[in-house]
């Protein structure tokens, strides 16, 4: 199905759709290679109508790789704060710095270099480069894994490895010779926008002319579903330990280490709470951690949440007295101010505690 005539066709109507619909969207204006990859990097995984405010946010305070490189992590990761997946944000502050002590501060813009840059892979180098660049290169990324394997008509899973292959040479095979950053902006705007995952607006789409899976009425088999996800529950316990110093409070907080969940994060200790634990063993575990003793009284609903493969049910407690002197600890931990606390990047459930606290 897939000549010349049918390639050719697929580009016209693509680049047409796109000229009359595409949304307004910050990174579209004044397009950089530094502009693009914080937008391409912001968006993984992340819906556009999310990303806007951080991307605005964050451009007005890093505008330059050098600014961002010159930035403290914690300061990067608290702009970052609520957008999730915070490995993204720890590469792109890494990989800035690389750019700036190793390439002079310059965005590379070939492709191999692009590709070695931290947190960087084959779609995000390639869609830096066609969009920033116009750079002749192809993209496969949810929206148009979906939209190509609708294409070709493919039943089996996209995901599977020499489906991949497949989709990544049609992918290859579609891109013009011109307007390639467009093309490919179509391409993820008519995934997003319309070739939806379940009821799909075949009757807007601009290549429903072309697609087999439309002809042939296999929209809620293609593509085919993965592998449901298995989630892991888990039970936690958060401890609210305070001191009061000339008057004021300040609550105990640490810094979440390199093999922790969100890693350079703050957050209140917090301890594994399964269904046979109770506040002696919480007790028992803060002490031995930071020579802190307690008496606790639970402080609220439990809070639930989902992260990664996990589905977690977080108890909070606080501490009534608290006695003993702080030891030293294997990550950097304070004690901190309700204000200071609102300065200090934390995970959504830290966030949510310190709301609690506020009030």
């Known amino acids: 199905m897939w000549d010349k005539k049918a390639s050719a066709a697929l580009r016209r109507k693509l680049l047409k759709w796109f000229d009359e619909h595409q949304r307004d969207l910050p990174w579209r204006s004044n397009k950089t290679l530094y502009r693009i990859w914080i937008s391409e990097i912001m968006l993984q995984q992340t819906q556009v109508a999310t990303v806007i405010d951080y991307y605005t946010r964050f451009m007005k305070r890093f505008p330059t790789v050098k600014t961002l490189a010159a930035a403290d992590e ?3 990761l608290k702009l970052w704060e609520g957008l999730g ?3 993204r944000a720890r590469q792109l502050h890494a990989a800035a710095i690389e750019i700036v002590d190793n390439r002079g501060g310059v965005f590379p813009e070939a492709f191999d270099e692009v590709l070695s840059l931290p947190g960087i892979g084959r779609y995000t180098a390639g869609a830096i480069l066609s969009i ?13 894994i979906r939209l190509y394997a609708r294409l070709l008509g493919m039943k089996s899973d996209p995901r599977m490895t020499p489906n991949q292959k497949v989709l990544w040479e049609f992918a290859e095979s579609i891109v013009p010779r011109r307007r390639c950053g467009d093309f490919n ?5 008519v995934g997003n926008q319309i070739c939806k995952p379940k009821q799909p607006l075949c009757e807007q789409c601009p290549i429903v002319s072309l697609c087999p899976t439309a002809m042939h009425g296999w929209q809620d088999v293609i593509p ?3 592998k449901k996800v298995i989630y892991e529950d888990l039970r936690e316990a958060v401890l609210l330990i305070s001191k009061t110093t000339r008057g004021q409070k300040n609550w105990l907080v640490r810094v979440c280490g390199p093999d922790e969940r969100w890693t350079g994060l703050w957050d209140f200790p917090r301890y594994t709470f399964d269904a046979e634990s109770t506040e002696e063993d919480l007790a ?4 031995q951690k930071t020579g802190l003793s307690v008496s606790l009284e639970s402080y609220g609903r439990p809070i639930k949440h989902a992260v990664t493969r996990y589905r977690i049910e977080l108890h909070c407690f606080e501490a009534v007295k608290a006695t003993g002197r702080l030891k030293k600890q294997t990550t950097e931990t304070k004690w901190a101010t309700l204000a200071q606390l609102r300065e200090l990047p934390m995970s959504v459930t830290g966030r949510k505690i310190v709301g609690r606290l506020e009030k």
């Open 74 to 76: 914690s300061e990067v």
């Open 85 to 87: 997946y915070y490995r």
């Open 224 to 226: 085919a579903k993965g």
């Open 132 to 144: 920033a660049t116009d750079q002749r290169l192809p993209i496969l990324e949810g929206n148009t």
């Open 185 to 189: 902006q179509a391409l993820m705007e």
């Open 284 to 287: 028992a575990q803060l002490k």
